[in-house]
């Protein structure tokens, strides 16, 4: 799909608050909100847009904790790294799964509320998953910054 200025606008728009309406997106993209609906709801329709959420703050929730993991495996056969791939995407407390470069081979980013149940999650991993070789954990003592905002230029050649 190729997407113009004014799409892009939009998907920057979108990314810091997907609950601004469709007036408000208007006024800031020059547009009449009958044409920002149409252009969300094409982008929707042709996948640029995969889903809306919305972002928790982890204090008024309980505080989970936050914990960075390095994975390696035994071998990188492609049936071997897709039943892992499943595995980890199937994991509601997996938040984000990276395939890497490096000496790790897929950095995951866990939230749960505390470390048994990172630990139940991790015995799981290993047993479910005999392809693992090893994974080192980072616990995170702080946010600095959390978003899911993929910066677009607004013209194709930036």
């Known amino acids: 799909m190729e997407l113009d200025r004014f799409d892009r606008q939009l998907l920057n728009l979108v990314q810091e608050d997907s609950g601004v309406t469709a007036e408000r997106l208007a006024e800031q993209?020059?547009?009449?909100?009958?044409?920002v609906q149409r252009r969300l709801?094409?982008?929707?329709?042709?996948?640029?847009?995969?889903?809306?959420?919305?972002?928790?703050?982890?204090k008024k929730i309980g505080k989970?904790?936050?914990?960075?993991?390095?994975?390696q495996v035994e071998r990188e056969r492609p049936e071997l790294l897709s039943q892992l791939r499943?595995?980890?995407a199937a994991q509601a407390h997996i938040q984000q799964v990276f395939y890497v470069t490096g000496?790790?081979?897929f950095i995951?980013?866990?939230?749960?509320?505390?470390t048994e149940v990172y630990d139940e999650l991790m015995s799981r991993l290993v047993g479910e998953n005999p392809n693992v070789k090893r994974f080192t954990t980072n616990v995170a003592l702080?946010?600095?910054?959390?978003g899911l905002t993929i910066p677009i230029p607004l013209d194709i050649d930036d």
């Open 29 to 35: 993209v020059a547009l009449s909100p009958s044409a």
């Open 108 to 114: 995951l980013i866990i939230t749960a509320p505390d």
């Open 64 to 71: 989970p904790t936050f914990f960075i993991v390095s994975l």
């Open 41 to 58: 709801r094409r982008m929707r329709e042709q996948g640029v847009i995969v889903k809306v959420a919305a972002i928790v703050d982890p």
């Open 142 to 146: 702080g946010i600095v910054k959390r």
């Open 86 to 88: 499943h595995w980890m």
């Open 103 to 105: 000496e790790a081979d």
